[in-house]
């Protein structure tokens, strides 16, 4: 009996996450067997100071899992400013990249076809784009921290500056690549700017756009964790930083593992979206 | 200008900078015709001379270096949806269906029609062109021929006064091209519209053409003569082959693709050849002897057919 390429491929998956389990098991277990600190380098049980003592603070498999499966089952309790639950925090960083992606849609997609549309802009604008894409975003936080004072809104500023380069970048690379005689053919039936502008270039350019979107998002959902880190508060970032304050392993575990399931299905559900303005020529 | 005149190309010219920034290419010059009303005109000529510039500016869609278009009466600066377009390539909007495609073209016609009444004159086109029940088909699951039939069907759903067609049927087997042909001959005798239609396909531009427009080989291409098909217009691809003038004209047109277009300049010293009125012939109505003297010593034999154009 031969299985589907698709079937082997998940069993292979499930095999090779069961033997990632038992490794991370018997380590934890032998580490654990030592007499505590010795099982850890110096430096980090320098790091540790005099919390670190006992039992090694690095949980086995069972323990996160348990621990994902207590996030899971009380998502959204708020038990004071140090203590929400993970579904709260995850709200918190989703809406804040939600905010900052759709504000960095609204700017980037109009500026993109613009930039796509006029070899001029383009050429006048690109020397800007060159030199802003590879700035980190985090770079910005100081300046936004300073000029804008709400550590909320300066997040979600740094969301908007990581996101705006990709889709403007790719807006205006879809835009200039319409094919010339889609435009010929608007142009021969007397169709105005703005109709060519919605029927034409705008289907015609949605898959690139929707690439750049996609590239976005996944920017976003990296530096939200950073950004929130920096300013603390709330959100998923801050909770990770708090965690490792309260030196709890396994929440950081935990949440490294809800980070990796959100920024799937956010990159997940574009890909949909992708699909769907999609055509085949 | 007569009064049946549609379109007079008026010393066209069109250059382009050369690619190594040297001294400009011209494309084509001194290039003078008209189309009558009601006219179906093929332009044939090598690839590369000009052909599709030419339709371009035909179309508005590009501009003389200079000379000019005139179509009824008034100078062609721009598009128009008074001409329509067939493009060489089929030029659907992929993301489209076919029916889309159509209403686009449509509805930029009658901004004001409803829905409905939109939807039912694409469907007459749509049936036209034997495309019934591939209404919301995808270009991407049309074949070929199916494609350049809903092109035809765009460009005629507009009713447009002038159909300008580039090569419709190129990337075509013959035997869709034969049938793609019949249906566009009787659609457009039927309609009585005006074609302008360039091809590279000497049978195809016997059985439509009323008058074949010769363009010698590029650069500075130009309009070698013009050569009026003297068969009926009740012909058909069947017995087009029986008409007594149909090897004659054929002939000439062989004659000319192979040796002539591209010997033009030395044909041009020998006679006086003047481009506003491009000599007019009628090889179908030629003796055999002539045609066949015609065709071994091509330069000069045609005068006794020449006829001026009526200016
Ligand atoms: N935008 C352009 N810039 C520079 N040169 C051009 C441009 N468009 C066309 N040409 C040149 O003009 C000449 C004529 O091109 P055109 O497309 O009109 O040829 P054609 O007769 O339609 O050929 P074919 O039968 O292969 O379609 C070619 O030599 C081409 O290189
Ligand atoms: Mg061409």
Redesign the interface.
Known sequence: MTLSLRMRAAVLSVVLFLAFVAIWELAVISNSGGSGVTGMSAEYAALMGATAKGASAMPGPFTVGEEIWKHLSDPFYDAGPNDKGIGIQLGYSIARVFVGFVLAMLTAVPLGFLIGMSPLFYRALDPFIQLMKPVSPLAWMPLALYTIKDSTISSIFVIYICSVWPMLINTAFGVSGV?K??L??A?????GQFRTAI??IL??A?PTIMTGMRISISIAWLVIVAAEMLVGGTGIGYFVWNEWNNLSITNIIAAIFFIGMVGMLLDLGLAQMTKL?T??? | MSIDTQISVEDLKRTFPSPDGGEDVTVFEDIWFKVEKGEFVCLIGHSGCGKTTLLNIL???DAPTSGGVIVDHEEVTG???D???V?Q?H?L????SVMANIA??VT??HPDWSKENIQKHCQKYIDLVHLTGAENK?P?QLSGGMKQRVGIARAMA?EPKIMLLDEPFSALDALTRGSLQDELLSICYGTSQTVFMITHDIDEAMLLADKIVLMTNGPKAKVCEIVENTMPRDRTRANMHRHAHYYPIRNHLIEFLVNRSAQFEAELSSKDYDPRHPPVTRPGLTKPSAAVAQATDAPGGETETAVQALA
Request: hydrophobic share 50%; no cysteine; charged share 25%.
């Open positions: 094919r005689e889609w010929s053919v142009k021969t039936l007397e169709v029927r034409v289907p015609a949605a303005v055509y085949e020529d | 179309a508005g869609l598009t128009s949806l001409r329509a377009v493009f390539g030029a909007m992929p993301w489209m686009f073209a930029s016609r995808k991407s507009i």
